[in-house]
């Protein structure tokens, strides 16, 4: 991991990871913080969230611009890769994006699904297959797998307090909003 950290102008590798609920989002965020430490622009999007911006951009005639605008950040983070299908049109300027950055800037990427899934997502195997070619041209594969961390602590809070759901009365904190249950 400390290597990893070691983000640098001329790096152009690409990280994905697997599994969900192991903390693949808190290592991109924490990749992402040391590199804006050391002065570099990063951006993070979730891939369903960038393919929607890509998508407004380019009916509103400003794609060119929000391309622009993301081949210029050192570090791209694009969370979630398969949680959501990408439509055909989402999916290729999602495509472009990433080959736009290929050898240029480095790209994370997190994914629950593994590589041979990621057809079902852009719904194009030629597309997959070129999109995978420049993914893992320089790649460091981080495989996060284990229990979920939510499962695991939604498990230890039942083991607490074995009471079903309907017994235990429940407020929400009025400054955070968080669900807190009372005894």
Known sequence: MDRRSDFQESDTR????????TGKTHVCLALGLAACQRGFPVSFFTAA???????????????????????????LIVDELGYVPLS?????????????????????VTSNLPFEEWTSVFGN???????????????HILELNGESYRLKQSKARRRRDPRPPDEVAAAADPETGEIIRAS
């Open 14 to 21: 690409h990280y994905v990871a697997v599994s969900s609920g």
């Open 49 to 75: 969230g960038l393919v929607h911006q890509l998508m407004e951009a380019r009916d509103e005639r400003r794609l060119l611009k929000l391309q622009a605008q993301l081949a210029a950040v050192k570090l």
């Open 88 to 108: 055909q049109t989402g999916a290729e300027l999602l495509f472009e994006i990433f080959s736009q950055r290929h050898e240029r800037g480095s790209t994370i």
């Open 125 to 139: 195997q030629r597309l997959t297959g070129a999109l995978l070619d420049r993914l893992t041209h320089h790649v």
